[in-house]
């Protein structure tokens, strides 16, 4: 073992009652009061960091490290979902309705345990590491945007990674990829207005469940007919709400939606394809809508020169063996906002495995990781911080 084998493994009981503890004490975004001052109370117990609070929930820690170099951001997102947990393990949610379902309890222990191992040496390091635990990555705007925006941590930043647990990645797998990774998460809300009347006498009436069953199906036409086979797209209607009973035809459909793709041309032009669609159907048949389209998080572009030291990176670090090309995703991270600012790559760590079963998919009532996968996730970016530089 290397001497930084040695620490890491050292560390992995610290890591797991970290995320023991993130994990019982979830809070949603922009929430994570109690989160993020155990996170500051931890850093706090580690020698050589500045920790301050960009914003209320969110916290930094700052490493001066001893040798010349670029400034780098390492980023863990803290929050967790409103979702209640099934886990019956004894550290599971003790806050009714929020869970970490995503996996940031994890991220949080893994950014935790690189502080300690940086500040434990940081004659080794090269530059500046800033560590920023984000707070509010799974609701828009997001809390990413706001640290980009309002307030100076990208300031002076040179390059930017972090990485994601994968319950659908085996667990000590790490996967990267240049290019597009992940899709722009953009919604719509969409409200058919018909003219209710008796279910016996539909001709005397304006079903906008009718309409709605046909703006849902003429949708998908837009992806499958509309758009280059090679041109990802998703349009998903994820919520459907009308009516009250059997016998009256309501007055009005209301729909959710989600519309993802990685083209930020494509994704500029969806809105007015849907609508579109939307207004020809509802004309056809005598109803009217309104079309409310928000634009979520952009598309997570992956600067390439960088996945391609993470890769070599973990080549080294992990092994060829444990190591994969990514896939891109259609989810969304507002790990995009510090792109924006920076170079970086995101990357995934697996977290799956059958012994802690734990391949359930991110967001359900029975996610959780492999706690392996911690180590993993330290061991890369530990390296990361030591290693990835600016190219010639
Ligand atoms: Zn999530
Ligand atoms: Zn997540």
């Known amino acids: 073992m290397t001497a930084t084998q040695e620490r890491t493994a050292a560390l992995r009981d610290q890591l797991v009652a970290w995320r023991r503890h993130l994990h019982m004490n979830p809070e949603v975004g922009f929430h994570e009061h109690e989160t993020s001052a155990y996170i500051e109370a931890e850093?706090?117990?580690?020698?050589?960091?500045?920790?301050?609070?960009?914003?209320e929930t969110s916290v930094l820690a700052v490493l001066k490290g001893g040798k010349p170099g670029r400034t780098l951001l390492l980023r863990a997102d803290i929050d967790a979902l409103p979702i209640t947990e099934e886990n019956t393990f004894?550290?599971?949610?003790?806050?009714?309705?929020?869970?970490?379902?995503?996996?940031?309890?994890?991220?949080?222990?893994?950014?935790?345990?690189?502080?300690?191992?940086?500040?434990?040496n940081p004659s080794e390091v090269p530059g500046e590491v800033r560590m920023i635990f984000q707070h509010?990555?799974?609701?828009?705007?997001?809390?990413?945007?706001?640290?980009?925006?309002?307030?100076?941590?990208?300031?002076?930043?040179?390059?930017?990674?972090?990485?994601?647990?994968?319950?659908?990645?085996p667990a000590g797998?790490?996967?990267?990829?240049?290019?597009?990774?992940?899709?722009?998460?953009?919604?719509?809300?969409?409200?058919?207005?018909?003219?209710?009347?008796?279910?016996?006498?539909?001709?005397?009436?304006?079903?906008?469940?009718?309409?709605?069953?046909?703006?849902?199906?003429?949708?998908?036409?837009?992806?499958?007919?509309g758009v280059a086979a090679l041109e990802p797209l998703v349009i998903s209607i994820t919520s459907f709400h009308s009516g009250t009973t059997h016998n009256v035809i309501p007055d009005r459909a209301t729909?959710?939606?989600?519309?993802?793709?990685f083209d930020a041309e494509l994704r500029k032009r969806a809105p007015e394809l849907i609508e579109r669609v939307v207004k020809g159907v509802c004309e056809a048949h005598?109803?009217?809508y309104t079309l409310n389209y928000e634009f979520g998080y952009r598309a997570l572009i992956n600067t390439d020169w960088v996945a391609e030291q993470l890769k070599a990176i973990a080549l080294e670090t992990v092994g060829p063996e444990h190591f994969r090309d990514a896939r891109p995703t259609m989810g969304g991270e507002d790990f995009s906002a510090y792109l924006q600012k920076a170079p970086g790559a995101y990357f995934n760590v697996g977290s799956g495995s059958d012994r802690e079963d734990s391949r359930w998919p991110h967001h359900h009532p029975r996610f959780t990781i492999d706690e392996d996968s911690l180590e993993t996730g330290v061991k890369m970016l530990h390296a990361a911080a030591l290693r990835l530089t600016l190219p010639e």
Request: net charge negative; with cysteine.
């Open 136 to 169: 509010a990555e799974e609701i828009g705007p997001g809390g990413a945007e706001e640290l980009v925006m309002q307030t100076g941590l990208m300031d002076g930043v040179d390059l930017v990674t972090g990485l994601h647990l994968n319950s659908q990645l």
């Open 286 to 288: 005598g109803a009217t």
């Open 255 to 261: 729909m959710l939606g989600t519309v993802r793709t």
């Open 90 to 120: 004894e550290f599971a949610s003790k806050n009714a309705g929020v869970m970490h379902a995503c996996g940031h309890d994890g991220h949080t222990a893994i950014l935790l345990g690189v502080a300690k191992l940086l500040s434990a």
């Open 173 to 225: 797998m790490v996967a990267v990829k240049p290019g597009p990774f992940m899709a722009s998460p953009d919604m719509l809300e969409l409200t058919i207005q018909g003219r209710g009347g008796h279910g016996a006498h539909p001709e005397e009436a304006v079903d906008p469940i009718a309409v709605g069953a046909q703006v849902v199906t003429n949708l998908q036409h837009i992806v499958s007919r």
């Open 43 to 55: 850093l706090n117990k580690m020698l050589g960091l500045t920790v301050t609070r960009p914003t």
